[in-house]
């Protein structure tokens, strides 16, 4: 196997990495005053993924260091080209974090309603944005021979790219209740698994309609079966949560996040950033890739420290596998 | 003109990112030896002390985070010339830094803040130090991209595309300017965590707020004139390593440092110059005669390259233009940097002697000018980056890429002036938040974040578990 095609895989993985990760807590983010009566449901709700959430947010860092240096070009073009767009993420996802750490500091009702509005914001916001910039990518944008992405910010928000959003937000949002409903104990419980079960019947037909016309659009034949499995998973997934299964029906979501991204990447490969503009302006996998020696440098890394931090990020996630609960969640600090 | 705003934006962003991470590194430690202290002992008051200082670094460590993801967004946002010219050398250390050290420090941070009851002692006291680990390692990787751009190793320019090309990542990671450059930035780091510990300390000192409190601040004081103290040496011979490298890879900095305009045998060292750029000369200049001379190369009567001589050889060998960085701030910044640095160290050394063997301090402005040390060490690190940044001027890549050619073709004026003043507001926004926290936690003392038992005297050594921080 080529080693660009071998880095393309690799920061496939990594994105989706960070979209099943941060996906669930983006979604508890955005459900903070929708599952909760008062701000001990509140605190549970944070709490269940106060320790994850950073440690999820540098798969990200992650992917987005991989491209830089594996892809310099599609590095450059795509956060040039997407400017806007990525600075409201990166906005967002600076409120969101300083919000976590900050709410349980203040004295006043005020204070933490503020934040609770930093994090609802900082979380549906990029739950938004990543699918719509993710659809905008297998689109493709306008682009000449230098490669300067010339689509602008109206342009982005395209039928096509706004469904994308509309479903990422969407499959986000329930994918954060199963994951409220596994790692939380008492009403925030039952008004996740409530809202999970519910929103399958909305998140469903969005995800129908993207993954088809994905699959219509620029799919290749193979890419059909993550389409499929994607939706199969969903539909799984919301009725095992009703059934009160939360941890097969967190499996289920994961799938399904998982699969939308193989479809995003299959549908988008061998180019990394299509031109709309001309085909053969589009950066591909080849022409945009580092050369050998770094791609091979970055592959012993690899090879060496993702299982290493695999390891301890699932380790991390055993030692906080208990229910969070009201009755046991200690002061603030 | 998007140039222009897009230079701001890095250097606001960059600058506001550094007041957190010297925190970060130097502190981290600080609270993992505190641990490792009560650890060992079992003592109480080491706990109170891990716990206190410990909340004081979360709320620091949150703005570090957050404010370095913008880094590295804003290479490939506002600099995609530069980010496609230099991606196949400089992108594999920042992947690095994500894959190596932000994975460690991030997951066992959380680990950290949320595991204090649930993992076994020991374990806990590892996952402080792992985190720590991390944070001094991403440390090396960003600076060894950083020292790259000013002293480019270990690649080359591909024929074809025009783009520079790795070929040694050994080259890159051992640059003598990477660590260096690292020694003297995590130990300015480390002279920041000091003072901010000896800060804190001498202000709860000063308002002697709660009497069970003393003994413990007394302490943690010391222990910050002592972590000021040894960084401050391993601080002032980097620095001097520094000079002699800057001589060699970077003269047009130094000379700019320094305001020498011409090539000169046994150079001084200037204390004083008011300058004309537009003439090439100084008009008052106040000199130690050879101290220059021996800083950037060890000898009394060597030659330091000028200014003006140097402009000459650039223009000799990348053509017509003007290769002067701006003269004015480079001075100011390394003696402001040398200055403040200084006199923080100094305040430590002082306070260290005054405070031997239980003495405390006998007036309060000696508290006072603790508690201001800290901005001055603060700063002392803003200049020195100030020096480091705008003395690669006009480069981005020293030799190989002009500032002016590194910036997105494609990104309008509006786009950056949008993004500059987003982060401008939302930035001077949490700057208030953070500090006015910073503040109510210093005021509320330990006891918020370890209560002190009631109608009984606190036992000498803890060995129950210990409450977990939780949001």
Same mark, same amino acid.
């Given at each position: 196997?080529?080693?660009?095609?071998?880095?393309?895989?690799?920061?496939?993985?990594?994105?989706? *990495?960070?979209?099943?990760?941060?996906?669930?807590?983006?979604?508890? +983010? @955005?459900?903070?005053?929708?599952?909760?009566?008062?701000?001990?449901? =509140?605190?549970?709700?944070?709490?269940?993924? *106060?320790?994850?959430?950073?440690?999820?947010?540098?798969?990200?860092?992650?992917?987005?260091?991989?491209?830089?240096?594996?892809?310099?070009?599609?590095?450059?073009?795509?956060?040039?080209?997407?400017?806007?767009?990525?600075?409201?993420?990166?906005?967002?996802?600076?409120?969101? #974090?300083?919000?976590?750490?900050?709410? #349980?500091?203040?004295?006043?009702?005020?204070? =933490?309603?503020?934040?609770?509005?930093?994090?609802?914001?900082?979380?549906?916001?990029?739950?938004?944005?990543? *699918?719509?910039?993710?659809?905008?990518?297998?689109?493709?944008?306008?682009?000449?021979?230098?490669?300067?992405?010339?689509? @602008?910010?109206?342009?982005?928000?395209? +039928?096509?790219?706004?469904?994308? *959003?509309?479903?990422?937000?969407?499959?986000?949002?329930?994918? +954060?209740?199963?994951?409220?409903?596994?790692?939380?104990?008492?009403?925030?419980?039952?008004?996740?698994?409530?809202?999970?079960?519910?929103?399958?019947?909305?998140?469903?037909?969005?995800?129908?309609?993207?993954?088809?016309?994905?699959?219509?659009?620029?799919?290749?034949?193979?890419?059909?079966?993550?389409?499929?499995?994607?939706?199969?998973?969903?539909?799984?997934?919301?009725?095992?949560?009703?059934?009160?299964?939360?941890?097969?029906?967190?499996?289920?979501?994961?799938?399904?996040?998982?699969?939308?991204?193989?479809?995003?990447?299959?549908?988008?490969?061998?180019?990394?950033?299509?031109?709309?503009?001309?085909?053969?302006?589009?950066?591909?996998?080849?022409?945009?890739?580092?050369?050998?020696? @770094?791609?091979?440098?970055?592959?012993?890394?690899?090879?060496?420290?993702?299982?290493?931090?695999?390891?301890?990020?699932?380790?991390?996630?055993?030692?906080? =596998?208990?229910?969070?609960?009201?009755?046991?969640?200690?002061?603030?600090? | 003109?998007?140039?222009?705003?897009?230079?701001?934006?890095?250097?606001?962003?960059?600058?506001?990112?550094?007041?957190?991470?010297?925190?970060?590194?130097?502190?981290?430690?600080?609270?993992?030896?505190?641990?490792? !202290?009560?650890?060992?002992?079992?003592?109480?008051?080491?706990?109170?002390?891990?716990?206190?200082?410990?909340?004081?670094?979360?709320?620091?460590?949150?703005?570090?985070?957050?404010?370095?993801?913008?880094?590295?967004?804003?290479?490939?946002?506002?600099?995609?010339?530069?980010?496609?010219?230099?991606?196949?050398?400089?992108?594999?250390?920042?992947?690095?830094?994500?894959?190596?050290?932000?994975?460690?420090?991030?997951?066992?941070?959380?680990?950290?803040?949320?595991?204090?009851?649930?993992?076994?002692?020991?374990?806990?006291? %590892?996952?402080?130090?792992?985190?720590?680990?991390?944070?001094?390692?991403?440390?090396?990787?960003?600076?060894?991209?950083?020292?790259?751009?000013?002293?480019?190793?270990?690649?080359?320019? /591909?024929?074809?595309?025009?783009?520079?090309?790795?070929?040694?990542?050994?080259?890159?990671?051992?640059?003598?300017?990477?660590?260096?450059?690292?020694?003297?930035?995590? %130990?300015?780091?480390?002279?920041?965590?000091?003072?901010?510990?000896?800060?804190?300390?001498?202000?709860?000192?000063?308002?002697?707020?709660?009497?069970?409190?003393?003994?413990?601040?007394?302490?943690?004081?010391?222990?910050?004139?002592?972590?000021?103290?040894? !960084?401050?040496?391993?601080?002032?011979?980097?620095? /001097?390593?520094?000079?002699?490298?800057? %001589?060699?890879?970077?003269?047009?900095?130094?000379?700019?440092?320094?305001?020498?305009?011409?090539?000169?045998?046994?150079?001084?060292?200037?204390?004083?110059?008011?300058?004309?750029?537009?003439?090439?000369?100084?008009?008052?200049?106040?000199?130690?005669?050879?101290?220059?001379?021996?800083?950037?190369?060890?000898?009394?009567?060597?030659?330091?390259?000028?200014?003006?001589?140097?402009? /000459?050889?650039?223009?000799?060998?990348?053509?017509?233009?003007?290769?002067?960085?701006?003269?004015?701030?480079?001075?100011?910044?390394?003696?402001?940097?040398?200055?403040?640095?200084?006199?923080?160290?100094?305040?430590?050394?002082?306070?260290?002697?005054?405070?031997?063997?239980?003495?405390?301090?006998?007036?309060?402005?000696?508290?006072?000018?603790?508690? %201001?040390?800290?901005?001055?060490?603060?700063?002392?690190?803003?200049?020195?980056?100030?020096?480091?940044?705008?003395?690669?001027?006009?480069?981005?890549?020293?030799?190989?890429?002009?500032?002016?050619?590194?910036?997105?073709?494609?990104?309008?004026?509006?786009?950056?002036?949008?993004?500059?003043?987003?982060?401008?507001?939302?930035?001077?926004?949490?700057?208030?938040?953070?500090?006015?926290?910073?503040?109510?936690?210093?005021?509320?003392?330990?006891?918020?974040?370890?209560?002190?038992?009631?109608?009984?005297?606190?036992?000498?050594?803890?060995?129950?578990?210990?409450?977990?921080?939780?949001?």
């Amino acid at each position: 196997m080529d080693l660009p095609l071998i880095w393309f895989l690799a920061i496939a993985v990594l994105w989706t *990495g960070y979209l099943v990760l941060e996906g669930f807590d983006f979604g508890v +983010g @955005t459900l903070l005053p929708v599952l909760s009566r008062d701000d001990t449901d =509140r605190r549970v709700m944070i709490n269940s993924i *106060g320790p994850v959430w950073d440690g999820n947010e540098v798969w990200l860092i992650t992917a987005v260091g991989a491209t830089f240096a594996a892809f310099p070009a599609w590095y450059a073009s795509m956060l040039s080209g997407f400017y806007l767009p990525l600075l409201l993420i990166v906005l967002a996802l600076i409120g969101r #974090g300083v919000a976590f750490e900050y709410r #349980g500091k203040g004295d006043t009702e005020r204070w =933490r309603a503020n934040w609770d509005k930093v994090i609802v914001a900082g979380s549906a916001i990029p739950a938004f944005l990543w *699918g719509l910039l993710f659809a905008n990518l297998v689109r493709g944008v306008a682009m000449g021979p230098d490669h300067v992405v010339t689509t @602008t910010v109206f342009g982005l928000f395209n +039928g096509y790219a706004v469904l994308g *959003g509309l479903l990422t937000l969407g499959l986000f949002l329930l994918h +954060g209740a199963v994951f409220l409903a596994l790692k939380t104990d008492g009403p925030v419980r039952l008004r996740a698994r409530a809202f999970a079960a519910w929103s399958g019947l909305a998140v469903l037909p969005l995800l129908v309609a993207f993954t088809g016309w994905t699959q219509a659009r620029s799919g290749e034949p193979w890419t059909l079966v993550p389409a499929l499995v994607s939706v199969v998973a969903l539909a799984l997934g919301a009725g095992l949560v009703r059934r009160g299964r939360e941890g097969w029906a967190f499996s289920a979501t994961t799938v399904a996040v998982a699969a939308l991204a193989v479809l995003i990447f299959g549908s988008l490969f061998p180019d990394v950033l299509p031109s709309t503009t001309d085909p053969a302006f589009s950066l591909t996998v080849d022409n945009a890739a580092s050369a050998p020696y @770094t791609l091979t440098v970055m592959s012993w890394v690899a090879v060496v420290f993702l299982p290493l931090v695999l390891g301890y990020q699932a380790w991390s996630y055993w030692v906080f =596998r208990r229910r969070v609960t009201r009755a046991h969640l200690g002061p603030v600090h | 003109m998007a140039l222009d705003l897009a230079r701001w934006q890095f250097g606001i962003t960059t600058i506001y990112h550094f007041l957190f991470v010297p925190l970060t590194i130097g502190l981290s430690v600080v609270v993992a030896s505190l641990q490792t !202290a009560w650890h060992r002992t079992g003592r109480t008051e080491y706990l109170r002390a891990t716990r206190f200082f410990g909340k004081l670094f979360l709320i620091n460590f949150a703005m570090g985070v957050v404010t370095g993801i913008v880094q590295e967004f804003q290479f490939g946002m506002n600099w995609s010339d530069y980010s496609t010219f230099v991606g196949d050398v400089f992108g594999a250390p920042l992947a690095m830094e994500a894959l190596l050290a932000f994975f460690l420090e991030s997951t066992f941070i959380g680990l950290w803040i949320f595991g204090w009851d649930k993992l076994p002692r020991r374990v806990h006291l %590892a996952c402080i130090w792992a985190a720590a680990i991390g944070t001094n390692l991403s440390a090396y990787f960003i600076l060894a991209a950083n020292a790259w751009m000013r002293h480019p190793v270990g690649f080359e320019i /591909d024929p074809t595309t025009g783009q520079a090309r790795l070929t040694s990542i050994w080259a890159v990671l051992s640059n003598q300017q990477a660590w260096s450059t690292y020694l003297h930035v995590v %130990a300015g780091s480390f002279i920041v965590a000091g003072l901010f510990v000896a800060a804190v300390s001498a202000y709860k000192l000063l308002k002697n707020a709660d009497e069970r409190e003393h003994e413990l601040f007394r302490r943690t004081m010391r222990v910050g004139f002592v972590v000021t103290l040894v !960084a401050g040496i391993v601080v002032a011979v980097s620095g /001097d390593h520094q000079a002699k490298l800057m %001589a060699r890879y970077e003269p047009m900095k130094l000379a700019g440092a320094e305001a020498l305009w011409d090539d000169e045998h046994g150079a001084g060292f200037s204390i004083f110059a008011v300058g004309d750029v537009q003439d090439g000369r100084n008009h008052v200049n106040l000199q130690v005669p050879g101290v220059l001379a021996f800083l950037a190369t060890g000898d009394l009567n060597g030659d330091v390259q000028g200014i003006n001589d140097i402009q /000459d050889r650039l223009t000799a060998e990348f053509g017509p233009g003007s290769y002067l960085p701006n003269v004015g701030l480079l001075y100011w910044s390394f003696r402001m940097m040398m200055g403040l640095g200084m006199a923080g160290v100094a305040i430590a050394v002082v306070g260290l002697w005054l405070t031997r063997r239980g003495r405390l301090f006998p007036y309060r402005w000696q508290y006072r000018l603790v508690v %201001a040390a800290l901005p001055a060490a603060l700063l002392a690190n803003i200049f020195g980056w100030l020096l480091t940044e705008m003395g690669r001027q006009p480069w981005t890549v020293v030799g190989e890429l002009l500032t002016a050619n590194s910036v997105s073709p494609g990104v309008s004026l509006t786009e950056v002036a949008i993004s500059l003043s987003a982060f401008t507001l939302v930035y001077a926004v949490l700057a208030v938040v953070e500090l006015r926290l910073l503040v109510k936690y210093v005021k509320a003392g330990t006891a918020t974040v370890m209560p002190y038992p009631e109608d009984a005297p606190e036992p000498e050594r803890t060995d129950e578990r210990v409450p977990a921080f939780v949001y």
